[in-house]
């Protein structure tokens, strides 16, 4: 997390979670959905499902399972030397598949594999993801759209943009409008 940020947690029981995902993801918050998360950490006691604070915590549950997930997930690979590589990719967001096989000393097919088998995506979606999270800390705190698209590896404003918008709908000066908006209303 980046900037001024503050958290709640809540602990649902098996069985009020079966609609959710089943590993750790990011899910967008709407107005509806912040609010229904203050009034639930402020239930101290057991209710019954009938009463206010049972019929809050089910249109809770409702508005989690609906919320779109964001594509901020990062795998993090178990094998050392990819760890390697992946830790050299995000010092290093530009670098290019032949430059990370100077960095293990194995040939380009085995890296493409090993990106695969220990994460589940190919090395472009990879470092895309990776391009993607540094973008959004760095807009987070200010930067200029060009001075993060120049640090994530991107020769030009407009083919970040295009990464971006293919990554999140939207392009970086929407997610700077909408993080400004949603300041202004906090």
């Known amino acids: 997390m980046v900037g001024d940020v503050q ?3 809540l602990y649902l029981e ?3 979670a079966l609609h959710m995902p089943h590993e750790c993801c990011v899910v967008e918050v709407s107005a509806l959905l912040k ?3 203050l009034a639930a ?8 499902q009938n009463s206010r604070n049972g019929r809050l915590m089910g249109l809770l549950l409702d508005e989690l399972t609906q919320k779109p997930l964001q594509s901020m997930h990062l795998p993090t690979p178990s ?5 390697r590589i992946c830790r050299r990719l995000i010092d290093a967001p530009d670098l290019d598949l032949n430059e990370c096989v100077s960095e293990v000393g194995v040939n380009p097919k085995t890296i493409r594999r090993w990106f695969v088998d220990y994460l589940g995506m190919s090395f472009g979606k ?3 993801q990776v391009r993607v999270l ?4 760095q807009l987070a705190t200010g930067k200029s759209v060009l001075d993060v698209a120049l640090a994530t590896g991107y020769s030009n404003h407009s083919a970040f943009s295009a990464m971006f918008r293919s990554a999140l709908g939207g392009s970086p000066s929407e997610f700077l409008d909408q993080r400004r908006d949603k300041i202004t209303r906090s």
């Not at 540094?134 to 800390?137: M, R, S």
């Open 7 to 9: 958290m709640r947690s």
């Open 14 to 16: 098996p069985g009020q």
């Open 35 to 37: 609010e229904l998360i």
């Open 41 to 48: 950490v402020r239930i101290r006691e057991p209710f019954a």
């Open 79 to 83: 094998n050392p030397r990819l760890a």
């Open 126 to 128: 990879w470092r895309r």
């Open 134 to 137: 540094l973008a959004l800390e």
